[in-house]
């Protein structure tokens, strides 16, 4: 059986910004679709599950920042050292993203460093477009901790 020609363009999703499968099949693109777009260049992959419009405005620092906050779910956030480094707190770039997550979030990917905390990870975070970061009056106080 054929593969239905999906209606949409590569340009409804730049005002997606950073979007997943599951956002891409909402604005009526394929899987298939979606794949050949990313072979065309039309659409980036920048992480597993994770596209990116070329032409959306997004500042090309923050791209590690959402995929980590996709990576890790909305029960985490950006902080620690990260957090310090973004604030302009620390002037040493964090060779990893500090991620706050919960007691019993497993992490073996070398490209993050977890944190769990007891805290809510609702007080005292910063609900940026796309990610999340703890505001510079948490991000000191979990830096005294």
């Not at 995929?67 to 909305?74: H, L, M, N, Q, R």
């Not at 973004?86 to 019993?104: A, D, F, R």
Request: glycine fraction near 6%.
């Amino acid at each position: 059986m054929p593969e239905k020609q999906s209606t949409a363009n590569p340009i409804a999703l730049k005002k997606l910004g950073v979007f997943n499968v599951f956002d891409a099949r909402k604005a009526g693109v394929s899987q298939p679709s979606l794949s050949r777009w990313v072979k065309n260049g039309f659409i980036q992959r920048i992480a597993r599950g994770l596209y990116l419009h070329p032409d959306s405005h997004i500042d090309p620092q923050t791209i590690d920042f959402i995929i980590a906050c996709e990576k890790f779910g909305p029960a985490s956030t950006i902080g620690g050292l990260t957090a310090l480094f973004h604030h302009g707190l620390i002037e040493q770039v964090p060779t990893q993203i500090w991620m706050m997550t919960s007691p019993k979030r497993v992490n073996k990917d070398a490209h993050y460093r977890c944190l769990r905390t007891k805290t809510s990870l609702k007080i005292g975070v910063d609900h940026k477009t796309y990610f999340r970061i703890t505001n510079v009056e948490r991000t000191l106080i979990e830096a005294l901790k």
